[in-house]
């Protein structure tokens, strides 16, 4: 059986319920975090939202022993591994 997540902007409903939330982020991860919004013309947000989604979805394989694999263009698959806390 496929499973299915939902990476979708929050709806209206949900909007309403949003919370501000502030983090600590390298200069780095500013730049990326700006750099994929732009290729991908969504907003930063939407792009921390894609990746919390992405990581739910390794955390919910790696918590059941499973993994997450995503294929290269060379054809190899390679797992998704999450960072661990610093």
């Known amino acids: 059986m496929t499973e299915r997540w939902d990476l ?15 983090v600590l982020l390298t200069p780095e991860e500013v730049k990326q975090l700006e750099r994929q919004a732009s290729v991908d013309g969504i907003s930063v947000t939407d792009v921390i939202r894609r990746s919390l989604a992405i990581g739910r979805v390794a955390w919910d394989a ?19 591994e999450l960072p661990t806390a610093r």
């Open 8 to 22: 979708r902007t929050p709806g209206a409903e949900e909007r309403d319920a949003l919370v501000a939330l502030t």
């Open 62 to 80: 790696q918590s059941h022993k499973g993994r997450l694999m995503v294929q290269g263009r060379d054809g190899e698959l390679r797992p998704v």
